[in-house]
Nanobody, 124 residues
Framework: QVQLVESGGGLVQAGGSLRLSCAASGRTTYAMGWFRQAPGKEREVVAAISWTGGSTYYADSVKGRFTISRDNAKNTMYLQMRSLKPENTAVYSC???????????????????WGQGTQVTVSS
């Protein structure tokens, strides 16, 4: 099995920055992603990254402000968030795929393992 543990969430003022981490343990996982869910809204993809880090995906709303990365030696994925906005407030969860191939980085159904999530709150 695989365990994913997020950290780094918290309360930040609009315009501020946060860095989320997702530590993975257990069997090898491949593509990984960050998703978020705000109250009353559906879960949506934020960013995703391939096993090698050579391919990344970003939601249009975060392009240019968020950066996804991973360190496979540490089994950890990161999400650097800058210029945060109140509408970025949500529970952020990391996800990992069991298999190497992936057809749609943005689809939650492509991922086999999920973390519990970390709260990000951006005040205006």
């Amino acid at each position: 099995q695989v365990q994913l543990v997020e950290s780094g969430g918290g309360l930040v003022q609009a315009g501020g920055s946060l860095r989320l981490s997702c530590a993975a343990s257990g069997r090898t996982t491949y593509a990984m992603g960050w998703f978020r869910q705000a109250p009353g809204k559906e879960r949506e993809v934020v960013a995703a990254i391939s096993w090698t880090g050579g391919s990344t995906y970003y939601a249009d709303s975060v392009k240019g402000r968020f950066t996804i990365s991973r360190d496979n030696a540490k089994n950890t994925m990161y999400l650097q968030m800058r210029s945060l906005k109140p509408e970025n407030t949500a529970v952020y969860s990391c996800a990992a795929r069991r298999y190497y191939s992936i057809s749609d980085y943005a689809a939650p159904g492509e991922y086999d393992y999920w973390g519990q999530g970390t709260q990000v709150t951006v005040s205006s």
